[in-house]
């Protein structure tokens, strides 16, 4: 992913901050030689304070083989997209039609060590860790690799701990263009009003130098 100097984050807290309110992504684990990477949609949990985030997987999911052979991931999430017409972006007295549309979007890329969980006991609280996450404590039955309702369900499943070795993150919102741009792409965001427009603009009033 190339990144810019003006579409970096400002600071570490931007990227965190963008990445705790999002549970969903891809997981990226290389294949066998000669072969394409696997790529693995899944809801994750994030933690900042340990480093890591949590998911799990399916048993007979080929993925898990693959991140026993390296377990070097990449964790990717992204967010918050439009597509930024050409007119949009031209600068006052230039033809509309001599604009170059681009793309908006936020992505925060984690490269990580993966750890497949074979413990039982180990797996049921990180399973925990992750149900909390989504669902809130006290939402669900106690989880426990000896019984109750969940037992003779975690065999079936393999908990992967993703420890975060590093991080890219990029927020693409016309951090180069002047701010008559900024403040023209902005309101045309606001007046398109497509589902992912209101948090591009967003992005865009927040780290623009004039839009509006």
Known sequence: MLIHPW???RDDAE???????????????????????FVQPLHFAYDPARG?????LARPNPVLAAVRADPRVLLSVVDDYAFV???????????????????????????CTAHV???????????????????????????????????RLLPGIRLLRLDVTGVRAKFKYAGKNTPAVQERIAEGLAERGA????????????RGDGAA
Do not use: C, M
């Open 15 to 37: 990227w965190q901050q963008w990445l705790t309110g999002r549970d969903f992504g891809q997981l990226a684990v290389n294949g066998p030689e000669g072969e394409p990477p």
């Open 195 to 206: 589902p992912l427009d209101g948090a591009a603009r967003g992005h865009l009033l927040r």
């Open 85 to 111: 017409p050409g007119a949009w972006k031209t600068e006052p007295g230039v033809p509309a039609e001599h604009g170059v549309a681009t793309s908006f979007y936020a992505a925060v890329q984690l490269r």
């Open 52 to 56: 890591e985030a949590v998911t799990h």
């Open 117 to 151: 969980v074979e413990d039982g006991q180990e797996a049921a609280e990180l399973l925990a860790r992750q149900v909390e996450h989504f669902q809130g404590a006290g939402s669900y039955a106690p989880i426990s690799p000896d019984d109750g309702p969940f037992a």
């Open 7 to 9: 579409d970096a984050p």
